[in-house]
C-alpha cells in the first residue's frame, strides 16, 4: 500500500486526493520496475551486495556491543535492515566513529559498512529486498508459523488432558495409599519404621488377648465344649476334658497371667528380635539384632 502525502512545496493535498493505492504483493516487484523504481537486474546487485556483506562481518572490529549484536544475526539471513544496524552502531562507537578532516571515516570496516548501504540505496535495491522479503514471508513463513502454532496448540491441548488425567490417578492413588496406611494404623511417612514401630504394641495386645481368654465365660465355654465332645463320641466325661480337646487354651487357662517383660520375649522370640531391638532399629541405631535385613525395597511416601 502507498500513499502520496504531498505536492509542489509540500502542501497538502485534500483528504480525498490522499487515497491508498492498493496493490497485490505478489506483483509488487513488477509494480515498482513498471514505474522505474528498481531496475530488472536487481537480483545480481543484491547479490553482490551479499557477497560484500559476507566478507564485511569478518572483518568486523572486536567490540562488546559489535559481538552482542553478531551474536543474534545470522549471515545468511542478512538484509538491509540488519546491516543499517551494524552501520548504526559503528558510528556510534568512539573508536569506529572517527572521521578524519575530509568527513570519512577512518575505520575502514566502517567505511565498508558505509559502502554497503550506499550499494543498496544505489537504484533502490532495498526496495527489492524488501518486496522479496514480503513475498516470501507471505508465501511461506507466515502459513509455515501458522501451521506450527495450530500443531502446537493441539499438542497444548492434548498436554493439558493427559495432565488432567495424570493428577486424577495421582489423587487415586494417594487416597488409596491413605487407605491402606490407615487400615494398617501408621501415618504413611516413613513406612518401614512406623511398621516397625507398630511390633510395639504387640506385647500388650497379647496380655490383651490372654485376659480375654482367662474369662469366666471362656473357661464355662470350654467345659461346655467338653461336654459335648463326651457327649458326640459316646465317652465319659472323665475321659474327656477341656485339657484334651483344647490344649492350648486350658494350657492358658492354667498359667498365671505373663509378665510385660515375659510376654515381650515371647512375641518377639520367633525373629530372635527384643523390645530394644526394635526400637533401636526405629531410631535407626542397629541392623535389628538379627544380622538379617529385610529388603522393604522403595516404599517411600507419595509426594
Not at 31 to 49: C, F, P, S, T, V
Not at 135 to 146: C, G, L, S
Not at 285 to 295: R, V, Y
Request: aromatic share 6%; proline share 4%; with cysteine.
Amino acid at each position: 500500500m502507498m500513499k502520496t502525502v504531498g505536492d509542489g512545496n509540500d502542501k497538502p493535498r485534500p483528504a480525498s486526493e490522499e487515497l491508498p493505492i492498493d496493490i497485490n504483493y505478489a506483483k509488487l516487484a513488477d509494480w515498482l520496475l513498471d514505474r522505474q523504481k528498481i531496475k530488472a537486474e536487481w537480483r545480481n546487485a543484491l547479490r553482490h551486495i551479499q557477497d560484500k556483506v559476507g566478507s564485511a562481518v569478518e572483518n568486523l572490529p572486536d567490540n562488546p556491543v559489535l559481538n552482542a549484536v553478531k551474536a543474534g544475526i545470522n549471515v545468511k539471513e542478512m538484509n538491509y535492515i540488519t546491516c543499517k544496524k551494524i552501520r548504526d552502531v559503528m558510528t556510534s562507537e568512539k573508536d569506529t566513529a572517527q572521521k578524519n578532516w575530509l568527513g570519512q571515516y577512518k575505520n575502514q570496516a566502517t567505511k565498508d559498512w558505509e559502502a554497503i548501504l550506499a550499494l543498496y540505496h544505489k537504484d533502490n535495491v532495498h526496495l527489492a529486498e524488501a518486496t522479496q522479503i514480503m513475498m516470501q514471508n507471505v508465501q511461506f513463513e507466515i502459513p509455515a508459523i501458522r501451521k506450527l502454532l495450530q500443531q502446537t496448540v493441539k499438542q497444548q491441548q492434548e498436554l493439558h488432558r493427559k495432565e488432567g488425567e495424570y493428577k486424577k490417578g495421582a489423587e487415586d492413588y494417594r487416597q488409596r495409599y491413605k487407605q491402606e496406611c490407615d487400615k494398617l494404623g501408621i501415618e504413611g511417612k516413613t513406612v518401614k519404621q512406623e511398621l516397625l514401630k507398630r511390633s510395639e504394641a504387640l506385647p500388650q495386645l497379647y496380655l490383651e488377648m490372654i485376659a480375654q481368654l482367662k474369662d469366666e465365660g471362656v473357661v464355662a465355654a470350654a467345659k461346655l465344649y467338653a461336654a459335648f465332645v463326651a457327649h458326640v463320641s459316646e465317652k465319659g466325661e472323665n475321659e474327656v476334658s477341656p485339657a484334651s480337646v483344647l490344649p492350648v487354651l486350658s494350657q492358658i487357662h492354667a498359667d498365671a497371667v505373663p509378665t510385660t517383660e515375659q510376654m515381650e520375649s515371647i512375641a518377639f522370640a520367633q525373629d530372635a528380635v527384643t523390645l530394644e531391638d526394635m526400637q533401636d532399629i526405629v531410631t535407626g541405631g542397629g541392623d535389628g539384632g538379627g544380622g538379617g535385613e529385610i529388603d522393604w525395597g522403595d516404599i517411600s511416601a507419595p509426594a
